[in-house]
């Protein structure tokens, strides 16, 4: 069974940073997506299973970094120049299923972790 642990949420002002990680069971590729209330869950990254194919989603590119280190297992989500539309719960998902030829369809990921709140402040 897939296990996705997420950490690095937190309360920062508007312009500021966060680091998110996950630490996974094994190596997949794998998608962050977040979602705010009131809202449908949406992409925000993903990242292949070697690390070198990234997406983003256009609301946070040139923004959001992402990187792996498959020896820890481990995927981290750099967000700068935060904004308070950025406020969600985030969250990494294990990618599966290849129906999307990106990784903004929640549906390609099986497993989930149980997120983490990030809230930007302005």
């Known amino acids: 069974q897939v296990q996705l642990v997420e950490s690095g949420g937190g309360l920062v002002q508007a312009g500021g940073s966060l680091r998110l990680s996950c630490a996974a069971s094994?190596?997949?590729?794998i998608g962050w997506f977040r979602q705010a209330p009131g809202k449908e869950r949406e992409f925000v990254a993903g990242?292949?299973?070697?690390?070198?194919?990234?997406y983003f989603a256009d609301s946070v590119k040139g923004r959001f970094t992402i990187s792996r280190d498959n020896a820890k297992n481990t995927v981290t989500l750099q967000m700068n120049s935060l904004k308070p539309e950025d406020t969600a719960v985030y969250y990494c998902a294990a990618r599966d299923k290849w129906y999307c030829s990106g990784y903004e369809c929640p549906s390609d990921f099986g497993s989930w972790g149980q997120g983490t709140q990030v809230t930007v402040s302005s």
């Open positions: 990242i292949s299973w070697s690390g070198a194919v990234k």
């Open positions: 094994g190596r997949f590729p």
